[in-house]
């Protein structure tokens, strides 16, 4: 049986080192070692000397005497990981979840000019579940879950912009052709956080979507259930919005109030 392993550091100052972190990373501003000390319950000697040692590390800056607040040094570790994290290794685990939940297609798809692009795919076969990898197939933002997601987050001129452009052509009869209406679809999606795909791009077929972001908060991909009109259950939202936001943070977002993401 394979050992489990430990949920905290197993050397005291290396636990305090990172819970002195965390407690920096709530505070905009620096904090004081007064403060520092009666929020992490360390002696001020003791914080003092942990800080100081991490000021020796970049870490953590000194802006004044006595007050902390974190290092650059953080940024340059932030910056290599972040360069190292791929949206699709990062959505690929939770969406074979999802997809054993809801049994049906489970898309990952990016914004590209004035399409979406789809990356990565689960679904059923006799075989049991596949994934296909880079897909490349595309399809217009208006017409797609995913993409009025994006639409959603460009400002009224570019969405204009965009209806020129494209002239809003349909697929088929159910898809959005005007300006006005899709106007009214994007404030809804705006309202909601999530966006439908209402047999707009294919006759039979519906989506619901939700957005993965990264850790500035910028919208990066969408993650979208798609099924026959028929099937397509209300039930799945709640999940498809969890499997979003669990892809988000494993980019590096935070939940406003987080500590020690």
Known sequence: MAKTEPKT??????????????????YQDPVSLKVISEQS???????????????????VDRPAAGSYRLGMRLLELGNLVKARLDVRDAALAPMRELHKLTHQTVNLSMRQGDEIVYIERTYSERSGMQVVRAIGGRAPLHLTSVGKLFLAQDDPPRVRAYATRTGLAGH?????????????ELARVNQTGTARDDEELELGV???AAGIVDDQSKLIAGLSISAPADRLEEAWLDRLKGTALQISQSLGHRVLGQRGA
């Not at 550091?9 to 709530?26: G, H, K, M, N, Y």
């Not at 800080?51 to 870490?59: C, E, H, K, S």
């Open 9 to 26: 550091p197993t050397i005291q100052v290396l636990e305090r080192s990172f819970a002195l972190l965390d407690l920096l990373a709530s």
């Open 41 to 59: 319950g360390l002696h001020p000697s003791t914080a003092h000397r942990i800080l100081n040692d991490l000021t020796i590390g970049r870490y």
């Open 172 to 184: 088929t009869r159910n898809s959005i052709t005007d300006l006005a209406t899709l106007e009214r």
């Open 206 to 208: 519906r989506c619901m």
